[in-house]
């Protein structure tokens, strides 16, 4: 992807460049499904636990369930952190962050195709610079990828069942100095006047977009391409996902 405008960001990045992305599929040997996703900076290791049987309010209406849970490591960020579990309760921030990435993932599974099993996809960030919800949905969508074909391998999903139904993806994008930008580091991020997360599948629809006027309002123009390119941001990452998982 091309600037338009000739603006050249913090890091050489023109305003439609994301961050180099790798993510490093099989990282942890003990989960049925993982990857190490990196976004520049930001790294979040996203694993998926594959149990055979559903919560028990589920039990017998054979369909599956996907939910998710996200944190930080005490030192992800400058200055340490206190864990969470050393507080006593989960933050606010915390519960979000880990709603959204289970209805992203949801939005993207054929709950009777999963069977009665369940998928459980922690995120972990190791550290952090800016998109660490966005970084934990992309990677996410690796892991249980791996894991659903974890559970069909062992006979847990039937062979030509197909839980999944999209791939998923998810981007953040804001204006900076009146520019808007694809995918913000957290320098960009701190100083944003519209701060917002894209999530879509990967044939191009919206699954959930969350943006806010940090500093000042933003115009129906500005949405419209804020939203451009958050969907042609996807649309790389969905390509380096199908580049991960062996598809492309």
């Not at 309760?89 to 369940?118: C, F, P, Q």
């Not at 519209?194 to 044939?203: C, F, H, L, Q, R």
């Amino acid at each position: 992807m091309n600037a338009t405008d000739g603006t050249v960001r913090i890091d050489g990045r023109t305003t439609t460049d994301h961050r180099p992305v790798t993510i490093e599929r099989g990282w942890s040997t003990q989960a049925e499904g993982s990857a190490l996703i990196s976004f520049g900076n930001t790294k979040v290791l996203c694993t998926a636990s594959f149990t055979n049987g559903v919560p028990r309010w589920m039990a017998g209406k054979g369909t599956g369930w996907v939910t998710a849970e996200y944190s930080m490591l005490p030192r992800s960020t400058n200055e340490r952190m206190q864990r969470e579990s050393i507080k006593g309760k989960v933050g606010g921030r915390t519960h979000e962050i880990s709603r959204l990435i289970g209805r992203s993932l949801r939005a993207v599974v054929d709950m009777k195709g999963l069977g009665e099993n369940t998928l459980v996809l922690d995120c972990d960030v190791l550290q952090a610079d800016g998109g660490t919800r966005t970084a934990s949905i992309t990677g996410a969508y690796v892991a249980m990828a791996d894991a659903i074909e974890w559970g069909r391998e062992r006979g847990f999903i039937g062979k030509k069942a197909t839980p999944l139904t999209d791939s998923v993806q998810a981007i953040s994008v804001g204006i900076v100095g009146g520019v808007p930008m694809l995918d913000l580091a957290y320098e960009e991020d701190s100083r944003a006047d519209t701060d917002m997360n894209i999530v879509t599948t990967g044939s191009g629809a919206f699954i959930e977009v969350q943006g806010t006027a940090e500093h000042a309002p933003f115009d129906r123009d500005e949405l419209n391409a804020l939203l451009d390119l958050g969907l042609a941001g996807n649309a790389s990452l969905a390509a380096v996902q199908r580049s991960a998982l062996g598809l492309a």
